[in-house]
């Protein structure tokens, strides 16, 4: 069934530590996004991609990377200058209808 | 800037009733869709309707129903028989014609009392 897998689901980070999360579709879209989610919030955009090779940041980019390598792939680092990145994160896709989601990662600090 | 507001943040029914969330947002463009999303405690993000705006007809998805005033630029979202799987944050969401992006509301908590 085409989707979109996030992995891992839960993801411990020590201080200091950079982790990665993944985010892979077998949807054929070429637009992914990351937002980030705090207890009882809406969703912020962190980045998306349009197309390979190029992305642009969202509203709260600041400590965290994106590469977008191949169409299906949009992996985001959590980096250390990120000092408070306890949150849910989302992965999504789209073409020009509406996003689709993928199931989450519960990022934890250690 | 386009901006979107959801002025519930909370909102209770009883089982096999019926609600209205309400959705207001601004823009200057006059080709843009508006979607429905909902996120049941399993944090799951679940398209639940949409709606583009140059359809005068309002969109239906069984239970689930919008009244989209293009002039007054609301876009609420009506549950009707409420079921206690419906009880989940609920995001009403917009997007340009010329950008992927999506604009979000804050979000409005619907509680199912049974």
């Known amino acids: 069934d085409g989707g979109i897998t996030q992995s891992p689901k839960y993801l411990f980070r020590k201080e200091g530590q950079n982790v990665t999360l993944s985010c892979e579709q077998n949807l054929n879209h070429d637009a992914m996004y990351w937002y980030r989610q705090d207890p009882g919030q809406g969703l912020r955009l962190i980045y998306y991609?349009?197309?390979?090779?190029?992305?642009q940041k969202g509203d709260i980019a600041e400590g965290y990377s994106v590469s977008r390598e191949k169409k299906e792939s949009f992996p985001l680092t959590v980096t250390s200058a990120q000092k408070n990145p306890t949150a849910f994160y989302l992965c999504?896709?789209?073409?020009?209808?509406?996003?689709?989601f993928g199931d989450g990662t519960r990022l934890s600090i250690l | 800037a386009q901006t979107v507001t959801q002025s519930q943040p909370e909102m209770s029914v009883q089982e096999a009733e019926t609600v209205t969330l309400s959705c207001t947002y601004d823009?200057?463009?006059?080709?843009?869709?508006l979607f429905w999303y909902k996120q049941p405690p399993s944090r799951q993000m679940i398209l639940v309707i949409r709606?583009?705006?140059?359809k005068q007809q309002n969109a239906t998805e069984n239970r689930f129903s919008v009244n989209f005033q293009k002039a007054a630029k609301s876009f609420s979202l009506k549950i009707s028989d409420s079921q206690l799987g419906d009880a989940a944050m609920y995001f009403c969401a917009y997007r340009s014609n010329s950008n992927y992006q999506l604009i979000w509301g804050a979000g409005t908590k619907l509680i199912i009392k049974p």
């Open positions: 709606q583009e705006a140059y």
């Open positions: 991609s349009q197309i390979v090779n190029d992305f």
């Open positions: 823009t200057s463009e006059s080709d843009y869709y």
């Open positions: 999504a896709s789209s073409t020009s209808g509406p996003q689709h």
